[in-house]
């Protein structure tokens, strides 16, 4: 019966007896907005950019784009020669609710649609979505 109780404290100790509740990530709320390019800005937006992950880092080939209906034009390259992925941070400028996710850069010239809101988005690629990052790079989205 002894030996019994011990299996059963030690079954217990191991397998459940622990209450502690690990709470699910929340998305962080930006505390203050980005400013919102002017109008000018956002009416001269080109609709497509370049985004390279490259051997000194993260570069674009223009700072403003513009969306439409259908999402945002994004030709996302890697010329590093090793495999990188491309981290995004959007911060919505009415404030809200941020967006985070990643990109596999690809070595095509073509542009793919991605579903990105407005906002202004920080960039930078790494081996991973946290490790060997690059310096953040800062793309405005705006319809």
């Not at 998305?27 to 497509?48: C, H, Q």
């Not at 945002?72 to 995004?88: D, P, Q």
Request: glycine share 10%; aromatic share 4%.
């Amino acid at each position: 019966m002894k030996k019994f109780l011990i299996a059963v404290v030690i079954g217990a100790t191991l397998f459940g007896c622990n209450t502690q509740v690990i709470p699910a990530p929340t998305p962080t709320v930006s505390e203050k907005p980005p400013t919102k390019p002017t109008k000018a800005a956002i009416a001269n937006a080109p609709k497509s950019v370049g985004i390279t992950c490259g051997p000194k880092g993260t570069s674009l080939s223009r700072t403003i784009v513009a969306t439409d209906k259908t999402g945002v034009r994004l030709v996302v390259r890697n010329t590093t020669g090793k495999k990188r992925l491309l981290g995004y941070r959007v911060r919505p400028y009415g404030g809200g609710v941020e967006s985070l996710g990643t990109i596999k850069p690809t070595n095509s010239k073509k542009s793919l649609i991605y579903a990105l809101p407005p906002g202004e988005v920080n960039l930078r690629c790494g081996k991973t979505a946290n490790s060997g990052l690059d310096k953040e790079v800062t793309l405005d989205i705006v319809n």
